[in-house]
């Protein structure tokens, strides 16, 4: 079975400030994916990262970066210098050795000015 | 290039009647999916193509629901006698290839109300 969890339901944060996004995830395979999705106010799904379980290197690509720990299966997300665009609902999902996506319930997050 | 498209944006619709979403993938894209997102929810996995065949429709609900891709390409949701609780936002992806080297680009969702 696969599941992940992200156990922040809504995060509300001043323009400028960081934010990071939790996820933990389980799975018994040892050869999986991790993703991150962006869901704005429009609804469609963004794509923002893709990680497998064998690179378990830090990636920054501008003001986001994300920390994948298999020891504590987990794969967050920062927003450094939050903006106002930055509102929206993050997915975080787990592909497994085949193709369907399970992914979190969300987190909601809001950028005041 | 152009995205992953879906139509209708919005359906609403009455108990127990017919409908049909349809989904446009990004060209050249031979794996399509379909996923249902209840409101404050993750999506759901339904169904998925590889070409014009269905290889895998485990989510599907139950038999109200069916989907087709005759040509490989365009893909239609069909919900027949739909219930309210069939309420939800319908997300199409796609994918170049299908298999775990892939990332699925999602299109902007259909949102379908059943009153």
């Known amino acids: 079975a696969q599941k992940v969890t992200q156990a922040q339901t809504e995060i509300s944060v001043v323009e400028k400030e960081d934010v990071t996004l939790d996820c933990v995830y389980e799975?018994?395979?040892?050869?999986?994916?991790l993703f991150w999705y962006k869901q704005p106010p429009s609804g469609e799904l963004v794509f923002l990262i893709r990680r497998n379980s064998f690179d378990e290197q830090n990636e920054i690509s501008g003001r986001y970066s994300w920390n994948f720990q298999k020891s504590t299966s987990s794969f967050n997300f920062t927003i450094t210098a939050s903006q106002v665009v930055d509102s929206a609902v993050y997915f975080c999902?787990?592909?497994?050795?085949?193709?369907?996506?399970?992914f979190g319930a969300g987190t909601t997050v809001t950028v005041r000015a | 290039g152009a995205g992953v498209s879906q139509t209708p944006s919005n359906k609403v619709t009455e108990k127990g009647k017919y409908v049909e979403l349809r989904c446009d993938p990004i060209s050249g894209h031979t794996a399509l999916y379909w996923y249902r997102q209840s409101l404050g929810q993750g999506p759901e996995f339904l169904i998925y193509f590889q070409g014009t065949g269905a290889a895998d429709d485990s989510g599907l609900p139950n038999d109200r629901f069916f989907a087709v891709r005759p040509e490989g390409s365009v893909s239609t949701l069909k919900i027949q006698r739909t219930e309210r609780g069939d309420s939800a936002v319908y997300l199409c992806a796609s994918s170049l290839k299908g298999d775990t080297t892939d990332t699925q680009y999602f299109g902007p969702g259909t949102r379908l109300t059943v009153l």
């Open positions: 999902a787990l592909q497994n050795n085949d193709y369907k996506l399970s």
């Open positions: 799975t018994r395979d040892t050869t999986y994916y």
